[in-house]
Protein backbone atom coordinates (compact mmCIF):
# COMPACT_ATOMS: atom_id res chain seq x y z
CA UNK A 1 0.00 0.00 0.00
CA UNK A 2 2.83 2.52 0.81
CA UNK A 3 4.14 4.34 -1.70
CA UNK A 4 1.62 3.67 -4.06
CA UNK A 5 0.32 7.02 -4.67
CA UNK A 6 3.76 8.22 -5.36
CA UNK A 7 5.10 5.94 -7.25
CA UNK A 8 1.82 5.69 -9.90
CA UNK A 9 0.14 9.12 -9.71
CA UNK A 10 -2.36 7.88 -12.35
CA UNK A 11 -3.33 5.62 -10.13
CA UNK A 12 -7.13 5.12 -10.36
CA UNK A 13 -9.42 7.29 -7.84
CA UNK A 14 -10.56 4.28 -6.14
CA UNK A 15 -6.84 3.42 -4.44
CA UNK A 16 -6.83 6.84 -3.76
CA UNK A 17 -9.01 6.34 -0.97
CA UNK A 18 -8.19 3.01 -0.02
CA UNK A 19 -4.62 4.59 0.88
CA UNK A 20 -7.08 7.04 3.05
CA UNK A 21 -7.96 3.76 5.03
CA UNK A 22 -5.02 1.82 5.25
CA UNK A 23 -7.53 -0.91 4.10
CA UNK A 24 -6.51 -3.94 1.91
CA UNK A 25 -10.39 -4.81 -0.04
CA UNK A 26 -10.53 -4.89 -3.52
CA UNK A 27 -14.58 -5.67 -3.73
CA UNK A 28 -14.22 -2.53 -6.09
CA UNK A 29 -16.69 -0.29 -4.05
CA UNK A 30 -15.69 2.90 -2.40
CA UNK A 31 -17.25 1.93 1.02
CA UNK A 32 -17.33 3.97 3.92
CA UNK A 33 -16.30 0.98 5.56
CA UNK A 34 -13.06 1.53 4.05
CA UNK A 35 -12.76 5.09 5.61
CA UNK A 36 -13.80 3.60 8.96
CA UNK A 37 -11.77 0.81 9.29
CA UNK A 38 -8.70 1.42 11.57
CA UNK A 39 -9.54 4.28 13.42
CA UNK A 40 -8.68 3.76 17.13
CA UNK A 41 -5.97 6.43 17.64
CA UNK A 42 -5.80 10.19 17.00
CA UNK A 43 -3.30 9.79 14.22
CA UNK A 44 -6.15 7.26 12.35
CA UNK A 45 -6.95 10.89 11.36
CA UNK A 46 -4.20 11.20 9.57
CA UNK A 47 -3.69 10.44 6.06
CA UNK A 48 -1.95 7.34 6.82
CA UNK A 49 1.47 7.10 5.18
CA UNK A 50 4.74 8.70 5.38
CA UNK A 51 4.01 12.40 4.93
CA UNK A 52 6.05 13.63 1.65
CA UNK A 53 7.61 17.22 0.91
CA UNK A 54 6.23 20.06 -1.29
CA UNK A 55 8.50 19.05 -4.29
CA UNK A 56 7.46 15.38 -4.07
CA UNK A 57 3.80 16.51 -4.30
CA UNK A 58 4.07 19.31 -6.96
CA UNK A 59 6.04 16.79 -9.10
CA UNK A 60 3.24 13.97 -7.99
CA UNK A 61 0.65 15.97 -10.18
CA UNK A 62 1.54 17.63 -13.32
CA UNK A 63 -0.72 20.64 -14.24
CA UNK A 64 -1.98 21.36 -10.89
CA UNK A 65 0.46 23.56 -9.53
CA UNK A 66 -1.32 26.23 -9.03
CA UNK A 67 -4.13 24.29 -7.56
CA UNK A 68 -2.07 23.05 -5.07
CA UNK A 69 -0.23 26.34 -3.80
CA UNK A 70 -3.59 28.11 -4.20
CA UNK A 71 -5.56 25.21 -1.96
CA UNK A 72 -2.30 25.31 0.97
CA UNK A 73 -2.50 29.22 1.27
CA UNK A 74 -6.41 29.04 1.77
CA UNK A 75 -5.33 26.28 4.68
CA UNK A 76 -3.32 28.38 6.01
CA UNK A 77 0.07 28.01 8.59
CA UNK A 78 -0.30 25.28 11.12
CA UNK A 79 -3.12 25.97 13.55
CA UNK A 80 -4.46 28.81 11.24
CA UNK A 81 -8.17 28.97 11.12
CA UNK A 82 -9.98 28.93 7.69
CA UNK A 83 -12.79 30.00 6.09
CA UNK A 84 -15.10 27.24 4.39
CA UNK A 85 -13.36 26.09 1.01
CA UNK A 86 -15.04 25.23 -2.40
CA UNK A 87 -13.39 22.81 -4.72
CA UNK A 88 -14.59 22.54 -7.88
CA UNK A 89 -13.66 21.05 -11.53
CA UNK A 90 -14.99 18.18 -13.58
CA UNK A 91 -14.60 14.86 -13.32
CA UNK A 92 -11.10 13.12 -12.85
CA UNK A 93 -9.50 16.69 -12.83
CA UNK A 94 -7.03 15.61 -9.58
CA UNK A 95 -9.69 17.53 -6.84
CA UNK A 96 -9.70 13.99 -4.31
CA UNK A 97 -6.03 12.94 -4.74
CA UNK A 98 -4.54 16.39 -4.46
CA UNK A 99 -6.55 17.12 -1.11
CA UNK A 100 -5.75 13.73 -0.07
CA UNK A 101 -2.10 14.50 -0.72
CA UNK A 102 -1.95 17.73 0.42
CA UNK A 103 -3.18 16.31 3.88
CA UNK A 104 -0.64 13.36 3.66
CA UNK A 105 2.02 16.37 2.91
CA UNK A 106 0.82 18.71 6.06
CA UNK A 107 0.49 16.00 8.13
CA UNK A 108 -3.00 17.31 9.82
CA UNK A 109 -5.75 15.20 10.93
CA UNK A 110 -9.13 15.08 9.00
CA UNK A 111 -12.38 13.62 8.46
CA UNK A 112 -13.29 12.73 4.79
CA UNK A 113 -16.76 11.67 3.49
CA UNK A 114 -17.72 11.22 -0.30
CA UNK A 115 -21.32 11.90 -0.39
CA UNK A 116 -21.37 8.92 -3.80
CA UNK A 117 -20.68 6.18 -0.57
CA UNK A 118 -22.45 8.02 1.87
CA UNK A 119 -25.50 8.40 0.14
CA UNK A 120 -28.10 9.77 2.80
CA UNK A 121 -27.61 12.16 5.44
CA UNK A 122 -27.92 9.62 8.10
CA UNK A 123 -24.85 7.63 6.43
CA UNK A 124 -23.31 10.77 5.66
CA UNK A 125 -23.64 11.82 9.29
CA UNK A 126 -22.68 8.40 11.40
CA UNK A 127 -19.72 8.26 9.17
CA UNK A 128 -18.19 11.67 10.10
CA UNK A 129 -19.19 10.59 13.90
CA UNK A 130 -17.34 7.40 13.69
CA UNK A 131 -14.43 8.61 12.32
CA UNK A 132 -14.34 11.47 14.83
CA UNK A 133 -15.34 8.88 17.56
CA UNK A 134 -12.54 6.85 16.13
CA UNK A 135 -15.09 4.07 16.41
CA UNK A 136 -13.99 1.38 14.17
CA UNK A 137 -17.04 -0.91 12.80
CA UNK A 138 -16.11 -4.55 13.02
CA UNK A 139 -17.96 -7.94 13.81
CA UNK A 140 -17.83 -7.56 17.54
CA UNK A 141 -19.53 -4.59 17.26
CA UNK A 142 -22.13 -5.66 14.60
CA UNK A 143 -20.37 -3.46 11.70
CA UNK A 144 -22.75 -0.63 13.93
CA UNK A 145 -21.76 2.87 14.35
CA UNK A 146 -20.65 4.84 16.96
CA UNK A 147 -23.83 6.85 17.01
CA UNK A 148 -27.23 6.67 15.20
CA UNK A 149 -28.03 9.95 13.90
CA UNK A 150 -30.54 11.02 11.14
CA UNK A 151 -31.41 14.35 12.28
CA UNK A 152 -29.38 17.50 11.70
CA UNK A 153 -30.26 18.88 14.94
CA UNK A 154 -29.19 15.84 16.58
CA UNK A 155 -25.96 15.57 14.45
CA UNK A 156 -25.27 19.29 15.43
CA UNK A 157 -24.90 18.25 19.27
CA UNK A 158 -22.74 14.98 18.68
CA UNK A 159 -20.84 16.45 16.40
CA UNK A 160 -20.00 19.65 18.52
CA UNK A 161 -18.85 17.12 21.11
CA UNK A 162 -16.99 15.15 18.92
CA UNK A 163 -15.00 17.85 17.60
CA UNK A 164 -14.40 19.30 21.08
CA UNK A 165 -13.25 15.56 22.54
CA UNK A 166 -10.67 15.48 19.35
CA UNK A 167 -10.08 19.11 19.19
CA UNK A 168 -8.57 18.63 23.06
CA UNK A 169 -6.92 15.37 22.28
CA UNK A 170 -4.89 17.40 19.89
CA UNK A 171 -4.23 20.33 22.21
CA UNK A 172 -2.96 17.76 24.36
CA UNK A 173 -1.05 16.16 21.77
CA UNK A 174 0.56 18.78 20.23
CA UNK A 175 4.18 18.73 19.89
CA UNK A 176 4.72 15.23 21.54
CA UNK A 177 5.42 11.74 19.31
CA UNK A 178 2.02 9.83 18.41
CA UNK A 179 2.15 6.56 20.62
CA UNK A 180 0.66 5.21 17.78
CA UNK A 181 1.06 1.55 16.97
CA UNK A 182 2.24 2.49 13.37
CA UNK A 183 5.36 4.65 12.46
CA UNK A 184 5.55 7.19 15.40
CA UNK A 185 3.83 9.38 12.95
CA UNK A 186 3.37 13.08 14.58
CA UNK A 187 0.08 14.75 14.07
CA UNK A 188 0.47 18.48 13.09
CA UNK A 189 -1.50 21.10 14.64
CA UNK A 190 -4.42 21.38 16.31
CA UNK A 191 -6.40 22.00 13.96
CA UNK A 192 -9.27 19.08 11.98
CA UNK A 193 -10.75 19.19 8.98
CA UNK A 194 -14.00 17.75 7.32
CA UNK A 195 -13.67 17.31 3.68
CA UNK A 196 -16.65 16.80 1.79
CA UNK A 197 -16.14 14.60 -1.41
CA UNK A 198 -18.75 14.39 -4.51
CA UNK A 199 -20.72 17.10 -2.76
CA UNK A 200 -22.84 17.60 -5.56
CA UNK A 201 -24.85 14.64 -5.16
CA UNK A 202 -25.97 16.36 -2.24
CA UNK A 203 -28.44 18.34 -4.16
CA UNK A 204 -29.72 15.26 -5.74
CA UNK A 205 -31.06 13.71 -2.45
CA UNK A 206 -31.76 17.00 -0.59
CA UNK A 207 -35.63 17.40 -1.57
CA UNK A 208 -36.93 19.69 1.13
CA UNK A 209 -33.46 21.75 0.91
CA UNK A 210 -31.92 21.52 4.29
CA UNK A 211 -29.38 19.02 4.01
CA UNK A 212 -27.09 21.23 1.69
CA UNK A 213 -27.71 25.10 3.65
CA UNK A 214 -26.90 23.08 6.87
CA UNK A 215 -23.81 21.31 5.08
CA UNK A 216 -22.81 24.67 4.09
CA UNK A 217 -23.62 26.68 7.20
CA UNK A 218 -22.18 24.10 9.56
CA UNK A 219 -19.11 26.31 10.05
CA UNK A 220 -21.17 29.07 10.64
CA UNK A 221 -23.17 26.78 13.63
CA UNK A 222 -20.42 25.12 15.15
CA UNK A 223 -18.37 28.47 15.52
CA UNK A 224 -15.21 26.03 15.96
CA UNK A 225 -12.64 28.19 14.77
CA UNK A 226 -10.33 25.22 15.60
CA UNK A 227 -12.50 23.03 12.47
CA UNK A 228 -11.29 23.68 8.54
CA UNK A 229 -14.42 23.23 6.14
CA UNK A 230 -13.74 21.65 2.74
CA UNK A 231 -16.39 20.62 0.07
CA UNK A 232 -15.12 18.88 -3.17
CA UNK A 233 -17.73 19.22 -5.73
CA UNK A 234 -17.92 18.64 -10.22
CA UNK A 235 -19.98 20.94 -10.15
CA UNK A 236 -19.60 24.94 -9.95
CA UNK A 237 -20.60 27.10 -7.03
CA UNK A 238 -23.41 28.25 -8.63
CA UNK A 239 -24.88 25.49 -9.26
CA UNK A 240 -25.87 26.22 -5.18
CA UNK A 241 -27.10 29.55 -5.76
CA UNK A 242 -28.48 31.17 -3.02
CA UNK A 243 -30.07 28.18 -1.61
CA UNK A 244 -27.42 28.89 1.52
CA UNK A 245 -28.00 31.83 2.77
CA UNK A 246 -24.49 31.56 4.34
CA UNK A 247 -21.69 33.18 3.05
CA UNK A 248 -19.62 31.63 -0.11
CA UNK A 249 -17.43 29.40 0.55
CA UNK A 250 -13.96 30.39 -0.93
CA UNK A 251 -13.50 28.76 -4.94
CA UNK A 252 -10.60 26.87 -5.69
CA UNK A 253 -10.93 25.50 -9.27
CA UNK A 254 -9.12 23.04 -10.60
CA UNK A 255 -9.44 23.25 -14.65
CA UNK A 256 -9.28 20.33 -17.64
CA UNK A 257 -5.71 19.31 -17.70
CA UNK A 258 -4.35 20.71 -21.56
CA UNK A 259 -3.28 17.91 -23.81
CA UNK A 260 1.22 18.86 -22.80
CA UNK A 261 -0.01 18.76 -18.88
CA UNK A 262 -1.58 14.86 -19.82
CA UNK A 263 1.38 14.11 -21.64
CA UNK A 264 3.32 14.68 -18.39
CA UNK A 265 1.38 12.87 -16.40
CA UNK A 266 0.88 9.58 -18.67
CA UNK A 267 5.63 10.34 -18.62
CA UNK A 268 5.26 10.22 -14.74
CA UNK A 269 7.12 6.96 -13.67
CA UNK A 270 7.96 5.65 -17.01
CA UNK A 271 11.19 3.73 -17.30
CA UNK A 272 11.82 4.24 -21.15
CA UNK A 273 11.01 7.60 -22.16
CA UNK A 274 12.06 7.77 -25.18
CA UNK A 275 9.88 4.78 -26.21
CA UNK A 276 6.76 5.82 -24.44
CA UNK A 277 6.96 9.74 -25.63
CA UNK A 278 7.31 8.17 -29.26
CA UNK A 279 3.93 6.12 -28.49
CA UNK A 280 2.28 8.95 -26.96
CA UNK A 281 3.13 11.22 -29.96
CA UNK A 282 0.88 8.68 -31.64
CA UNK A 283 -2.67 8.17 -29.74
CA UNK A 284 -2.55 11.39 -26.97
CA UNK A 285 -4.22 14.08 -29.40
CA UNK A 286 -6.61 11.46 -30.79
CA UNK A 287 -7.57 10.17 -27.31
CA UNK A 288 -7.87 13.74 -25.95
CA UNK A 289 -10.35 14.68 -28.04
CA UNK A 290 -12.74 11.83 -26.74
CA UNK A 291 -12.20 12.41 -23.67
CA UNK A 292 -9.63 14.26 -20.94
CA UNK A 293 -10.24 12.38 -18.33
CA UNK A 294 -7.44 10.71 -16.49
CA UNK A 295 -8.63 7.63 -15.69
CA UNK A 296 -10.36 7.00 -18.59
CA UNK A 297 -7.18 7.31 -20.78
CA UNK A 298 -5.07 5.90 -18.46
CA UNK A 299 -6.91 2.62 -19.42
CA UNK A 300 -6.91 3.09 -23.06
CA UNK A 301 -3.49 4.34 -23.12
CA UNK A 302 -1.77 1.47 -21.08
CA UNK A 303 -3.64 -1.62 -23.40
CA UNK A 304 -2.23 -0.14 -26.25
CA UNK A 305 1.30 0.53 -24.76
CA UNK A 306 1.38 -3.21 -24.91
CA UNK A 307 0.12 -3.41 -27.95
CA UNK A 308 2.53 -1.02 -29.48
CA UNK A 309 5.48 -3.16 -27.41
CA UNK A 310 4.50 -6.36 -28.56
CA UNK A 311 6.86 -5.88 -31.27
CA UNK A 312 9.64 -5.82 -29.52
CA UNK A 313 11.87 -8.40 -27.53
CA UNK A 314 13.52 -5.41 -25.32
CA UNK A 315 11.47 -3.13 -24.23
CA UNK A 316 14.31 -1.09 -22.60
CA UNK A 317 15.41 0.14 -26.15
CA UNK A 318 15.58 3.15 -27.86
CA UNK A 319 13.63 3.33 -30.60
CA UNK A 320 15.16 5.04 -34.03
CA UNK A 321 13.29 5.83 -36.96
CA UNK A 322 12.52 2.72 -38.54
CA UNK A 323 11.79 1.17 -34.90
CA UNK A 324 9.08 3.74 -35.01
CA UNK A 325 7.64 3.40 -38.48
CA UNK A 326 7.17 0.01 -37.42
CA UNK A 327 5.63 -0.02 -34.11
CA UNK A 328 3.29 2.22 -35.87
CA UNK A 329 2.41 -0.15 -38.47
CA UNK A 330 1.68 -2.66 -35.89
CA UNK A 331 -0.63 -0.45 -33.22
CA UNK A 332 -2.53 1.16 -36.01
CA UNK A 333 -5.37 -0.97 -36.39
CA UNK A 334 -6.02 -1.12 -32.82
CA UNK A 335 -6.25 2.87 -31.83
CA UNK A 336 -9.66 3.39 -33.70
CA UNK A 337 -11.46 0.29 -32.39
CA UNK A 338 -9.70 1.69 -28.86
CA UNK A 339 -11.14 5.19 -29.55
CA UNK A 340 -14.45 4.06 -30.14
CA UNK A 341 -14.57 1.90 -26.73
CA UNK A 342 -12.89 4.56 -24.78
CA UNK A 343 -15.99 7.18 -26.58
CA UNK A 344 -18.58 4.12 -24.82
CA UNK A 345 -17.23 3.92 -21.98
CA UNK A 346 -17.24 7.99 -21.40
CA UNK A 347 -21.49 7.75 -22.84
CA UNK A 348 -21.99 4.80 -21.16
CA UNK A 349 -20.44 6.43 -17.62
CA UNK A 350 -22.12 9.23 -18.65
CA UNK A 351 -25.31 7.62 -19.12
CA UNK A 352 -25.05 5.90 -16.17
CA UNK A 353 -24.46 8.49 -13.69
CA UNK A 354 -27.61 9.55 -15.06
CA UNK A 355 -28.91 6.30 -14.26
CA UNK A 356 -28.07 6.53 -11.19
CA UNK A 357 -29.40 10.19 -10.26
CA UNK A 358 -32.85 8.99 -11.77
CA UNK A 359 -32.86 5.43 -9.19
CA UNK A 360 -32.30 8.22 -6.44
CA UNK A 361 -34.88 10.61 -7.38
CA UNK A 362 -37.26 7.98 -7.99
CA UNK A 363 -36.61 4.79 -7.13
CA UNK A 364 -36.49 2.71 -10.20
CA UNK A 365 -34.04 2.47 -12.90
CA UNK A 366 -33.94 4.15 -16.39
CA UNK A 367 -33.12 2.94 -19.67
CA UNK A 368 -30.39 3.50 -21.90
CA UNK A 369 -31.64 5.52 -24.58
CA UNK A 370 -29.61 4.17 -27.05
CA UNK A 371 -30.83 0.60 -26.46
CA UNK A 372 -34.15 0.83 -24.82
CA UNK A 373 -37.13 0.25 -26.90
CA UNK A 374 -38.31 3.57 -27.89
CA UNK A 375 -41.89 3.24 -27.65
CA UNK A 376 -41.54 2.85 -23.88
CA UNK A 377 -39.70 5.71 -23.05
CA UNK A 378 -41.55 8.89 -22.04
CA UNK A 379 -40.68 10.95 -24.74
CA UNK A 380 -42.07 14.45 -25.50
CA UNK A 381 -39.89 16.73 -27.09
CA UNK A 382 -40.63 20.12 -29.39
CA UNK A 383 -40.86 19.46 -33.31
CA UNK A 384 -37.33 21.82 -33.18
CA UNK A 385 -35.33 19.25 -30.91
CA UNK A 386 -36.81 16.27 -32.71
CA UNK A 387 -35.56 17.77 -35.83
CA UNK A 388 -31.93 18.80 -33.67
CA UNK A 389 -31.91 15.14 -32.71
CA UNK A 390 -32.29 13.86 -36.39
CA UNK A 391 -29.61 16.14 -37.45
CA UNK A 392 -27.28 15.20 -34.41
CA UNK A 393 -27.94 11.31 -35.52
CA UNK A 394 -26.83 12.36 -39.19
CA UNK A 395 -23.60 14.35 -38.34
CA UNK A 396 -22.44 11.40 -36.13
CA UNK A 397 -23.32 8.28 -38.78
CA UNK A 398 -22.46 10.41 -42.02
CA UNK A 399 -18.92 11.37 -42.92
CA UNK A 400 -18.62 15.27 -43.02
CA UNK A 401 -17.33 14.65 -46.49
CA UNK A 402 -20.67 13.78 -47.41
CA UNK A 403 -22.95 16.65 -46.35
CA UNK A 404 -22.77 18.86 -49.38
CA UNK A 405 -23.97 15.76 -51.11
CA UNK A 406 -26.67 15.16 -48.55
CA UNK A 407 -28.22 18.42 -48.17
CA UNK A 408 -27.93 22.22 -50.24
CA UNK A 409 -29.55 25.20 -50.10
CA UNK A 410 -32.71 24.20 -50.50
CA UNK A 411 -32.03 21.22 -48.17
CA UNK A 412 -33.15 17.85 -48.52
CA UNK A 413 -33.08 15.10 -51.00
CA UNK A 414 -33.15 17.02 -54.63
CA UNK A 415 -29.16 17.40 -54.27
CA UNK A 416 -28.37 13.93 -53.70
CA UNK A 417 -30.10 13.04 -56.59
CA UNK A 418 -28.58 15.15 -58.72
CA UNK A 419 -25.42 14.60 -57.13
CA UNK A 420 -25.75 10.63 -57.95
CA UNK A 421 -26.23 11.26 -61.40
CA UNK A 422 -23.53 13.71 -62.19
CA UNK A 423 -21.09 10.82 -60.12
CA UNK A 424 -21.99 7.88 -59.41
CA UNK A 425 -18.63 6.58 -58.71
CA UNK A 426 -17.97 9.24 -56.39
CA UNK A 427 -20.93 8.34 -54.50
CA UNK A 428 -19.91 4.75 -54.65
CA UNK A 429 -16.85 5.53 -52.57
CA UNK A 430 -17.84 7.89 -50.52
CA UNK A 431 -20.85 4.95 -49.70
CA UNK A 432 -18.37 2.66 -49.01
CA UNK A 433 -16.65 5.45 -46.91
CA UNK A 434 -20.23 6.02 -45.41
CA UNK A 435 -20.42 2.12 -44.32
CA UNK A 436 -17.12 1.95 -43.32
CA UNK A 437 -18.03 4.50 -40.62
CA UNK A 438 -21.12 3.43 -39.49
CA UNK A 439 -19.06 0.35 -38.84
CA UNK A 440 -16.94 2.27 -36.62
CA UNK A 441 -20.04 3.07 -34.70
CA UNK A 442 -21.51 7.02 -34.22
CA UNK A 443 -18.07 10.02 -34.89
CA UNK A 444 -18.12 13.22 -33.32
CA UNK A 445 -18.64 16.34 -34.64
CA UNK A 446 -18.43 20.06 -34.55
CA UNK A 447 -21.56 22.33 -32.90
CA UNK A 448 -21.18 24.47 -36.24
CA UNK A 449 -21.49 21.02 -38.54
CA UNK A 450 -24.78 20.22 -36.57
CA UNK A 451 -26.38 23.85 -36.64
CA UNK A 452 -25.79 23.28 -40.51
CA UNK A 453 -27.57 20.48 -40.92
CA UNK A 454 -30.43 21.81 -38.78
CA UNK A 455 -30.94 24.33 -40.90
CA UNK A 456 -30.99 22.72 -44.25
CA UNK A 457 -33.84 19.68 -42.52
CA UNK A 458 -35.52 22.65 -41.07
CA UNK A 459 -36.07 24.82 -43.78
CA UNK A 460 -37.50 21.62 -45.51
CA UNK A 461 -40.09 21.28 -42.62
CA UNK A 462 -41.02 25.12 -42.24
CA UNK A 463 -44.69 24.38 -42.59
CA UNK A 464 -45.10 22.32 -39.87
CA UNK A 465 -42.58 24.73 -37.94
CA UNK A 466 -44.84 27.20 -38.50
CA UNK A 467 -47.45 24.97 -36.93
CA UNK A 468 -45.46 24.19 -33.76
CA UNK A 469 -45.15 28.35 -33.87
CA UNK A 470 -48.50 28.97 -33.07
CA UNK A 471 -48.96 26.37 -30.23
CA UNK A 472 -45.44 27.67 -28.55
CA UNK A 473 -45.95 29.86 -25.50
CA UNK A 474 -44.85 32.97 -27.64
CA UNK A 475 -40.83 32.78 -26.81
CA UNK A 476 -39.45 32.27 -29.88
CA UNK A 477 -38.14 35.83 -31.74
CA UNK A 478 -39.71 35.18 -34.94
CA UNK A 479 -40.89 32.42 -36.75
CA UNK A 480 -40.10 29.38 -38.96
CA UNK A 481 -36.80 28.18 -39.13
CA UNK A 482 -35.64 31.75 -37.28
CA UNK A 483 -37.14 31.36 -34.63
CA UNK A 484 -36.02 27.86 -34.49
CA UNK A 485 -32.23 28.70 -34.44
CA UNK A 486 -32.66 31.04 -31.88
CA UNK A 487 -33.47 28.67 -29.17
CA UNK A 488 -31.60 25.51 -31.06
CA UNK A 489 -28.69 25.58 -28.35
CA UNK A 490 -31.42 25.24 -25.54
CA UNK A 491 -32.53 22.29 -27.37
CA UNK A 492 -28.95 20.93 -27.88
CA UNK A 493 -28.70 21.37 -24.20
CA UNK A 494 -31.44 19.50 -23.27
CA UNK A 495 -30.82 17.15 -25.84
CA UNK A 496 -27.56 16.51 -23.81
CA UNK A 497 -29.05 16.43 -20.44
CA UNK A 498 -31.19 13.57 -21.32
CA UNK A 499 -28.61 11.90 -22.82
CA UNK A 500 -29.88 11.49 -26.42
CA UNK A 501 -26.23 13.57 -27.82
CA UNK A 502 -23.30 13.19 -24.94
CA UNK A 503 -20.19 16.15 -25.07
CA UNK A 504 -17.42 15.00 -25.78
CA UNK A 505 -14.24 16.73 -24.51
CA UNK A 506 -13.06 19.98 -26.39
CA UNK A 507 -11.20 19.86 -29.16
CA UNK A 508 -7.52 21.05 -28.73
CA UNK A 509 -6.87 22.45 -31.96
CA UNK A 510 -10.42 24.13 -33.24
CA UNK A 511 -10.79 24.65 -28.89
CA UNK A 512 -14.64 23.22 -29.56
CA UNK A 513 -16.66 21.19 -28.18
CA UNK A 514 -17.45 18.11 -29.73
CA UNK A 515 -20.49 15.94 -29.32
CA UNK A 516 -21.61 12.59 -30.77
CA UNK A 517 -25.59 11.22 -31.22
CA UNK A 518 -26.27 8.23 -28.85
CA UNK A 519 -29.57 6.92 -30.57
CA UNK A 520 -29.56 4.08 -32.22
CA UNK A 521 -30.83 4.06 -36.09
CA UNK A 522 -34.24 2.54 -34.78
CA UNK A 523 -34.63 5.15 -32.85
CA UNK A 524 -33.45 8.29 -35.24
CA UNK A 525 -36.12 6.23 -38.23
CA UNK A 526 -39.52 6.50 -35.38
CA UNK A 527 -38.40 10.58 -34.44
CA UNK A 528 -40.36 11.46 -37.96
CA UNK A 529 -43.26 9.69 -36.80
CA UNK A 530 -44.07 11.53 -33.76
CA UNK A 531 -43.45 15.18 -35.58
CA UNK A 532 -46.70 16.17 -35.29
CA UNK A 533 -47.52 15.16 -31.75
CA UNK A 534 -48.85 18.07 -30.67
CA UNK A 535 -49.23 17.20 -27.13
CA UNK A 536 -45.90 16.26 -26.56
CA UNK A 537 -45.22 20.48 -27.25
CA UNK A 538 -44.39 22.60 -24.18
CA UNK A 539 -43.23 20.16 -21.25
CA UNK A 540 -41.78 21.55 -18.09
CA UNK A 541 -38.32 19.64 -16.93
CA UNK A 542 -37.40 19.90 -13.19
CA UNK A 543 -35.83 23.28 -12.08
CA UNK A 544 -32.29 22.21 -11.39
CA UNK A 545 -31.72 20.09 -15.07
CA UNK A 546 -33.36 24.24 -16.15
CA UNK A 547 -30.25 25.60 -13.89
CA UNK A 548 -27.87 22.87 -15.19
CA UNK A 549 -28.47 23.93 -18.59
CA UNK A 550 -28.59 27.49 -18.12
CA UNK A 551 -25.36 26.76 -16.23
CA UNK A 552 -23.92 24.37 -18.87
CA UNK A 553 -24.75 27.01 -21.82
CA UNK A 554 -23.15 29.28 -19.37
CA UNK A 555 -25.30 32.25 -20.35
CA UNK A 556 -25.26 34.44 -17.21
CA UNK A 557 -28.37 33.70 -15.65
CA UNK A 558 -27.66 31.95 -12.62
CA UNK A 559 -29.73 33.79 -10.46
CA UNK A 560 -32.83 32.88 -12.17
CA UNK A 561 -34.09 30.50 -9.97
CA UNK A 562 -37.05 31.02 -9.73
CA UNK A 563 -40.46 28.91 -11.01
CA UNK A 564 -41.91 31.69 -13.25
CA UNK A 565 -38.98 32.06 -15.14
CA UNK A 566 -39.02 27.93 -15.26
CA UNK A 567 -42.43 28.26 -16.51
CA UNK A 568 -41.64 30.95 -19.41
CA UNK A 569 -39.11 28.74 -20.96
CA UNK A 570 -40.60 25.44 -19.85
CA UNK A 571 -42.25 24.45 -23.10
CA UNK A 572 -38.49 24.58 -24.92
CA UNK A 573 -37.13 21.69 -23.25
CA UNK A 574 -37.86 18.04 -23.73
CA UNK A 575 -39.18 16.17 -20.33
CA UNK A 576 -36.93 14.38 -18.34
CA UNK A 577 -38.44 12.87 -15.86
N1 LIG B 1 -2.30 15.85 -12.27
C1 LIG B 1 -2.39 14.53 -12.07
N2 LIG B 1 -1.29 13.79 -12.00
C2 LIG B 1 -1.34 12.48 -11.80
N3 LIG B 1 -2.47 11.78 -11.65
C3 LIG B 1 -3.63 12.46 -11.70
C4 LIG B 1 -3.66 13.86 -11.91
N4 LIG B 1 -4.93 14.28 -11.92
C5 LIG B 1 -5.69 13.19 -11.73
N5 LIG B 1 -4.92 12.10 -11.60
C6 LIG B 1 -5.37 10.73 -11.37
O1 LIG B 1 -6.64 10.60 -11.98
C7 LIG B 1 -7.49 9.81 -11.17
C8 LIG B 1 -8.76 10.58 -10.84
O2 LIG B 1 -8.43 11.66 -9.98
P1 LIG B 1 -9.39 12.17 -8.83
O3 LIG B 1 -10.31 11.09 -8.35
O4 LIG B 1 -8.56 12.84 -7.82
O5 LIG B 1 -10.22 13.23 -9.63
P2 LIG B 1 -11.49 14.05 -9.15
O6 LIG B 1 -11.34 15.40 -9.77
O7 LIG B 1 -11.64 13.97 -7.67
O8 LIG B 1 -12.66 13.26 -9.87
P3 LIG B 1 -14.22 13.19 -9.48
O9 LIG B 1 -14.79 14.57 -9.68
O10 LIG B 1 -14.73 12.21 -10.47
O11 LIG B 1 -14.29 12.74 -8.05
C9 LIG B 1 -6.70 9.46 -9.93
O12 LIG B 1 -6.14 8.20 -10.08
C10 LIG B 1 -5.61 10.49 -9.90
O13 LIG B 1 -4.45 10.02 -9.27
Redesign the pocket.
Known amino acids: MAKE?EET?????R??RYSLSNSNTNNGIETEKLNESCKTTLDNLLFGQEPISLDDLLS?????RVQILEVLRHLGPINSSMPPMFIY??????????V?QIFRHLNRPFVYVSC?TCYSPRILFESILNQLLLHKKNAANGYSSAKKCEKPSDFINLIREALINVIDRLNGNSGKMSTSKSKGVQVNGRMIYLIF??FELVREWDKSSTILPFLFGLADNLKMPKVGMIF???TSPNMYHSSTGYIDPVPVY?PE?TEE?LR??FM?NQVNRKLYSSFLDIVLRPFCRVTR???EL?TAISMLFKKYCEPLSDVGVVPNEEMKRKLFSHLQPHIAPSLNEIFRVASQSSLESEANQETRRKGSGRKSVSCGDFDEIDFHMSTSAKYLLISAFLASRNPATLDASFFDSTGGSDGRKRKRKSSEKTTGKKEAAEQELLMKGPGTFALERLLAIFQCITSVGEDLLDEEDEVDDGLRVGGGSNGLMSDVLLQLSSLCNGNFIVKGASCPLEGSTRYRSTVSEELALKVPKVMDDKEAIGKVIKIDTFVAIVEDLKLGLYSIYNQHMLEQVGGLFLVIL
Open positions: KPQVSRSTCFPGRGSASTGKTSVLLDSISNFYEQIIRVDS
